[in-house]
């Protein structure tokens, strides 16, 4: 079955800091992973995606994420924040099993970004 | 890459009323997804939608409640019934694409 936890329900770094969103999964199937953005009052915006090619993905806004098969984890990172960088976080997993095609959304995580 | 819009982009209903939202894909496709967001919260799935056959419901939502039609491979409405400001939540549309989905900019329903 498939699960996706974001580990912390916010976080809030200074601007110009490092920003870490943490993300475990499980999947009984090859997964696709996701992290969506979304602004305030904003629909759904895509960062990045893995789907089983290289495990360090690079999305926009400067935003990675490396997926790590033995600690089912998918963490998001940016090397420095930007205040247009607070949002909410979401990560997504989703597979084709035997029930059919599901994905299922984290959480989410609310970035703060301190001036 | 798929465009999706939704109509209506926002409501104000009155409790008791029933809402039906719609939902245009610029391409044909074989699954969509209608997700329901509510206030502060994380999306969650309702209900998968094939054209041709009956929508799948997941736990906790039902045909009662959130009637489907999907009558070709890029519409798709979804009615919200016999409301309550419980129901208040934004919706939204998705469709699968090749390795992701797409989703639509939602619908922010209001109950009062």
């Known amino acids: 079955a498939q699960s996706v936890t974001q580990l912390d329900s916010h976080v809030s770094v200074s601007e110009g800091t490092p920003v870490l969103l943490r993300c475990n999964y499980s999947?009984?199937?090859?997964?696709?992973l996701f992290w969506y953005v979304q602004h305030p009052n904003k629909g759904l915006q895509l960062l990045l995606k893995?789907?089983?090619?290289?495990?360090l993905v690079k999305g926009i806004n400067g935003f990675e994420a490396e997926f790590k098969k033995s600690e089912t984890s998918f963490h998001l990172t940016k090397p420095s924040a930007h205040m247009s960088d607070a949002a909410e976080y979401f990560c997504v997993v989703s597979d084709q099993g035997t029930g059919g095609f599901k994905t299922i959304f984290g959480a989410g995580t609310r970035l703060f970004v301190k001036a | 890459s798929a465009v999706i819009s939704q109509k209506p982009s926002r409501d104000i209903c009155q409790r008791g009323t029933s809402l039906t939202i719609q939902c245009q894909v610029d391409s044909q496709v074989t699954m969509m997804f209608w997700y329901r967001q509510q206030p502060g919260q994380s999306l969650t799935l309702i209900a998968t939608a094939n054209q041709g056959s009956e929508a799948t419901y997941e736990s906790g939502f039902v045909i009662d409640k959130f009637p489907i039609s999907r009558p070709n491979l890029t519409f798709s409405t979804l009615t919200v019934s016999n409301m309550s400001p419980e129901d208040s939540s934004i919706y939204l549309c998705?469709?699968?694409?090749?390795?992701?989905?797409?989703f639509g900019p939602g619908t922010r329903l209001t109950v009062t």
């Open positions: 999947s009984s199937y090859s997964p696709s």
């Open positions: 893995y789907t089983s090619a290289a495990t």
């Open positions: 998705s469709v699968e694409g090749t390795y992701e989905q797409y």
